[in-house]
């Protein structure tokens, strides 16, 4: 149980959720599809602190069931329970070996599961993005949701679903190139192999 499967409360927040989005003139886009029940959701570009902000109204209108990685020392007493009824999920980072089998467990487990992650992992230009997400896709044998934040179309949703075929290297230009598409909320902290960040030499 999350507060995003809550009874009474994950609807009140789905309608706050709804009233946000058009109050900032904001609109969600497509929501996964109910027979991709498990998958890994990845939210970018992600440039801006308000990148949260516009992002977790958007997680309540499309009606998704959120997980995401968090470090583990932050699941502390009452902490931790709050962290993880926000569908937090503590990950030892220092304990790299079981990492992805860890995850493909809770694939498993768990009937709803929408993995969020953020592969640039800093609102810096990042040219090479963390590929961790794409390895678990691969083990927990799951779709892979591109969710761009775009500020021109003033929307967030899912805009593609990919499976993954194994080849690393193709399907991480694929998902480099469906993103240099997409204007994050700061466009100059953006960058991927193909599009260098605008200072960079």
């Not at 931790?80 to 070996?97: K, M, N, Q, T, V």
């Not at 487990?109 to 953020?118: A, G, P, R, S």
């Amino acid at each position: 149980m999350t507060i995003f499967n809550t009874p009474i409360l994950s609807s009140l927040l789905k309608l706050i959720a709804w009233g946000v989005l058009l109050i900032i003139g904001w609109r969600p886009g497509p929501t996964i599809p109910k027979e991709i029940p498990k998958c890994i959701v990845v939210a970018a570009p992600h440039t801006s602190n308000w990148d949260f902000g516009l992002f977790l109204p958007l997680v309540f209108a499309l009606n998704l069931h959120v997980r995401v990685l968090i470090k583990h020392t932050l699941f502390i007493g009452p902490v931790g329970w709050f962290l993880r009824y926000c569908g937090g999920i503590p990950i030892d980072r220092r304990s790299a070996r079981d990492y992805v089998s860890q995850m493909a467990e809770q694939f498993e487990k768990n009937d709803i599961f929408h993995l969020v992650v953020t592969p640039e992992g800093t609102r810096s230009p990042r040219t090479r993005w963390k590929t961790g997400f794409y390895n678990m896709a691969v083990a927990a044998k799951v779709p892979i949701i591109l969710a761009g934040i775009d500020c021109d179309k003033k929307s967030v949703g899912v805009n593609r679903i990919m499976h993954p075929s194994g080849d690393l290297e193709a399907d991480m230009a694929e998902i480099y190139a469906f993103f240099d598409g997409v204007r994050g909320v700061r466009p100059e902290n953006y960058a991927s192999p193909n599009k260098p960040a605008p200072d960079a030499s």
